[in-house]
């Protein structure tokens, strides 16, 4: 058999703070999805190369505020490990604290979830059970919430997850050679604890490798993998995953590319006196390097993919799409397509489309490509509004609007903490079906147009609060509008 190379980044889409696991012949991956619901993304491989996306965690963030969109809140970098055949989630909420979630079947329901660790600014947990029967977290702090940051804490829970024993204990500082430490992942080998950590700034940053055989430490320290000569920008924050029962490794870490968000890049991994060296080992006493291409870990090919396209056929709302807030009964129906209502939530919603909840979006998967979606409308009140948007601080979009029994065409665009959208006026429209589309040009310049002509300006977009841009679909409308739009046929190419 030939062999099989594969190129990074494995996944050109904003699955950022990557961890993953095997289980068997199987890897799961979990990321972080912040405000955006459904929560928590379960990914599946078999070769840790090709990923499909099967699952969340949760359907809705389970704190009343995110009614609202709450931009960069929510579920931040996660764990998934397993453990006497469980399968454990754990989710930090940085305003809340640490919550789990578990389940037997990650292809199926996880539980709700719980708090194990209640409080602020506690992120990044990673949990391990020790020979001895315990269980430790270990944990990033966020200075934006808890004052401080830079450190690396642990606690004693029960072996369930379920309470808190200790408070935290500091076992790595790292104010003075790796600022801004976080995101530790727990692994043991050959008697060694290994905490791997990200540090130096998401842009900028290394991965550390910390490492000691008593849980408390001390923790010896290495850098294991940097940017060097190399394109890929602040390469951290992953997992490392055992790959087979030979003691074969891999890391799993992203890359931040702006607009395209946190993209996820694949590294051999060589032991070098028990240091795991990520990407290329060009020189055993210094860090790896990352790699353009490499090797199949795993020397099998499969189908597995993640979907742009969605013709809505199905009787359930594919994986691909998120909404910025919790869904509410009644924003949508799948009926002969996508039938999203022209929803009232608030006038701030109404007036800014970013804060608009009911948003149906997916990550960017290409780094230029067209997109559209052929609407059936029935927009039935004075204001009533459908479109197409390109979402980030700086966002823009194409729309429908119902003004004076007509329904308008109009382009748009916003920005964050800006209280109402600028629309430019378009056609006038005279049938009640339409292809909204829009071409997106590397790295961050959109047009939008109809009926597959594009006719707008440009319009430069930006990343949103810690994600990449996103593509997205909406209806809204008046307290009390009855209008909606169907939507068939989203195509992203």
């Known amino acids: 058999m030939s062999r099989l190379i594969y190129k990074n980044p494995i996944l050109h889409l904003d ?3 990557p961890d993953a696991i095997r ?9 972080s999805s912040f405000n955006h619901v459904p929560g928590l993304p379960v990914l599946h491989s078999k070769n840790l190369v090709e990923w499909k996306l099967v699952n969340y965690v949760f359907e809705n963030v389970p704190f009343e505020r995110f009614k609202d969109v709450q931009h960069g809140h929510g579920a931040w970098a996660p764990s998934i490990r397993y453990h006497n055949g469980i399968y454990y989630c754990i989710i930090p909420f940085p305003d809340e604290g640490i919550y789990v979630s578990q389940t037997t079947d990650p292809f199926g329901k996880w539980s709700d979830l719980w708090c194990v660790i209640e409080g602020k600014g506690i ?7 020790t020979e001895d029967g315990k269980c430790y977290i270990a944990t990033g702090f966020a200075k934006s919430r808890c004052g401080f940051n830079s450190v690396i804490g642990l606690y004693e829970v029960t072996p369930d997850l379920k309470t ?3 408070d935290y204990t500091i076992v790595y500082d790292g104010h003075d050679n790796d600022p801004t430490i976080e995101g530790p992942k727990f692994n043991v080998r050959n008697g060694y604890y290994y905490i791997m950590a990200p540090a130096g700034s998401v842009k900028t940053g290394w991965q550390v490798c910390l490492r000691s055989k008593n849980i408390y430490g001390p923790y010896e320290r290495k850098v294991v993998l940097f940017q ?3 394109q890929i920008n602040g390469p951290h924050q992953g997992a490392l995953v055992d790959i087979d029962d030979n003691d074969n490794w891999a890391f799993l870490h992203f890359q931040d590319k702006k607009c395209y968000g946190r993209v996820v890049h694949l590294q051999p991994v060589t032991w070098v006196n028990d240091w795991p060296i990520c990407g290329e080992c060009r020189d055993e006493l210094l860090a790896g390097t990352p790699v353009a291409t490499g090797e199949y870990p ?4 499969t189908d597995f993919y993640l979907p742009t396209s969605d013709d809505f056929c199905s009787d359930t709302l594919s994986l691909i799409w998120q909404t910025p807030a919790n869904k509410k009964e009644g924003w949508y129906e799948l009926k002969d397509g996508l039938k999203l209502n022209c929803y009232y939530h608030n006038e701030e919603a109404y007036n800014a489309l970013n804060l608009t909840p009911n948003i149906f979006m997916q990550k960017l998967a290409y780094l230029s490509f067209d997109a559209s979606v052929c609407v059936k409308l029935d927009l039935q009140n004075e204001g009533d509004e459908i479109g197409l948007c390109l979402m980030g601080k700086d ?15 109009y382009f748009a665009d916003g920005h964050f903490g800006i209280e109402k959208d600028t629309y430019l006026k378009g056609a006038v429209l005279k049938d009640d079906e339409i292809i909204l589309n829009l071409r997106y040009d590397e790295p961050n310049v959109v047009k939008f147009g109809y009926d597959e002509k594009i006719c707008s300006n440009n319009y430069y977009v930006s990343p949103g609060r810690w ?10 409308g008046k307290a009390g509008s009855a209008g909606s739009a169907t939507f068939r046929m989203f195509d992203m190419k």
């Open 395 to 409: 966002y823009a979009y194409v729309c429908v609007r119902r003004e004076n029994g007509t329904n308008v065409l």
């Open 228 to 230: 060097s000569d190399t």
């Open 123 to 129: 992120i990044d947990p990673c949990p391990i059970w």
């Open 164 to 166: 808190q024993l200790s």
């Open 15 to 17: 699955y950022s703070d």
């Open 298 to 301: 795993i020397s099998i090919k």
């Open 23 to 31: 289980v068997g012949d199987d890897f799961f991956m979990v990321a």
């Open 467 to 476: 994600i990449g841009s996103k593509v997205g679909i909406y209806a809204k």
